[in-house]
């Protein structure tokens, strides 16, 4: 039985069609008639059955695509776990991480480690948490450092909660918010530099408003960078935004204030995430441990 057949009959039980099955891979209709044909005679019953121009499968087809699907399946996780072998033998931790977390959280955290380990390397990359998801799931990551995402993730991926981090709505040094009292109607009122919507920082000062009963923020700005990408912004104009506590007391929060707005809702959960099933090399579980230890009390 061969892999590539399997995936040629899972796409004509999508299909239904032999002709549309030629046009999505490239075979010839005869060629996707013969690959049915191998099929049905390897498992010496009848797969299909013809109806007008397409096809219906028969109860044993059906049995056959849902092996298929784990097959498949299978035959990535191989794949991801080779990938995830090769790189452990090189020495190499290829590590995820959100752009929010890269300066205050991760950095800190490999330099430590590459002082002590001088013979690994790290590959890093930094993402939104849906690509470096991913790319965790096709096995060019071994680890991920993100936030906890609204939703579930996928039954492929599973995470280890390390830490959470308060988010501060910030300005620059002397602006005139800064010397108001805490007013959410003010927050309405201002200029907002924000992510594009549907962005996690998005969503939570989204939520801020709609609990004080406010119309959406005034986003003068909106980006898919980085918000600590565009902090220039905010140290020349009266534009505001949401920072990290910790991203704060960085180069990224030099001559910005935290306005008096705290609350619960401005948290999120951090989360290290990884594939449920694959290879993790000893380099790859030290330095897990080490991110456990370091993101403790952040």
């Known amino acids: 039985m061969r892999i590539e057949d399997l995936r040629v009959f899972s796409l004509l039980a999508q299909t239904r069609n032999l002709h549309r099955v030629a046009q999505k891979t490239g075979l010839t209709q005869s060629a996707v008639s013969k690959i049915l044909q191998r099929l049905e005679a390897e498992f010496d019953t009848r797969l299909v059955d013809r109806k007008g121009r397409g096809i219906e499968l028969t109860a044993a087809g059906r049995v056959l695509v849902e092996r298929a699907a784990d097959i498949g399946t299978s035959v990535a996780q191989t794949y991801a776990e080779m990938a995830a072998a090769k790189s452990a033998s090189a020495g190499t931790i290829r590590m995820g991480v959100v752009p929010a977390l890269l300066e205050s959280a991760l950095l800190p955290t490999v330099a430590r480690y590459s002082m002590r380990e001088s013979a690994v390397s790290f590959r890093v990359s930094v993402q939104v948490s849906a690509l470096l998801f991913d790319e965790l799931k096709d096995g060019q990551l071994d680890l991920a450092l993100c936030f906890m995402p609204d939703g579930e993730t996928d039954d492929e991926l599973q995470s280890d909660e390390v830490s959470s981090q308060r988010y501060r709505v910030v300005?620059?040094?002397?602006?005139?918010?800064?010397?108001?009292?805490?007013?959410?109607?003010?927050?309405?009122?201002?200029?907002?530099?924000?992510?594009?919507?549907?962005?996690?920082l998005r969503r939570i000062v989204d939520r801020y408003f709609q609990d004080h009963d406010l119309a959406p923020p005034r986003a003068v700005v909106e980006t898919d960078a980085s918000i600590s990408l565009m902090t220039a912004l905010l140290r020349n104009s009266d534009l505001i935004t949401m920072l990290t506590e910790q991203m704060l007391q960085t180069y990224v929060g030099r001559d910005l204030v935290a306005l008096p707005y705290e609350t619960a809702l401005f948290e999120s959960r951090i989360r290290l995430f990884y594939r449920r099933r694959t290879y993790m090399s000893p380099a790859v579980q030290q330095f897990r441990s080490t991110l456990h230890e370091a993101l403790r009390g952040l």
């Open 171 to 200: 300005a620059r040094q002397g602006h005139p918010l800064a010397r108001a009292p805490a007013d959410p109607g003010m927050l309405q009122a201002a200029k907002w530099l924000l992510p594009q919507p549907g962005h996690g």
